[in-house]
Nanobody
């Protein structure tokens, strides 16, 4: 079965850290790009970070550069998003997406809440 399962969300104070994980199964992890997106209430879903598992190139939204790090554990077919120096505006449901060509696979999301 093809699936992505996010974990690691929770409640944290501003300035704190969380590590999100996206465990994947059922597809060729090494050729997919895995992206992290987030959606806050009343806002559109936005891209946060992405890693290409074929060449390990990474991308970050300007709003998270220098604070978030995306990295792969190829042995576990898992992508992590390390989030440091969290701000209240980082609060959202975070989703991971697997993409290969026109194929997109989404996880169910995990809630991140940053209190001020």
């Amino acid at each position: 079965e093809v699936q992505l399962v996010e974990s690691g969300g929770g409640l944290v104070q501003a300035g704190g850290s969380l590590r999100l994980s996206c465990a994947t199964s059922g597809f060729s992890f090494d050729v997919y790009a895995i992206g992290w997106f987030r959606q806050a209430p009343g806002k559109e879903r936005e891209g946060v970070a992405c890693i290409s598992n074929s060449d390990h190139n990474t991308y970050y939204a300007d709003s998270v550069k220098g604070r978030f790090t995306v990295f792969s554990d190829n042995a576990e077919n898992t992508v992590h998003l390390q989030m440091n120096s969290l701000k209240p505006e980082d609060s959202a449901v975070y989703y991971c997406q697997g993409r290969y060509g026109t194929v997109e696979i989404w996880g169910q999301g995990t809630q991140v809440t940053v209190s001020s």
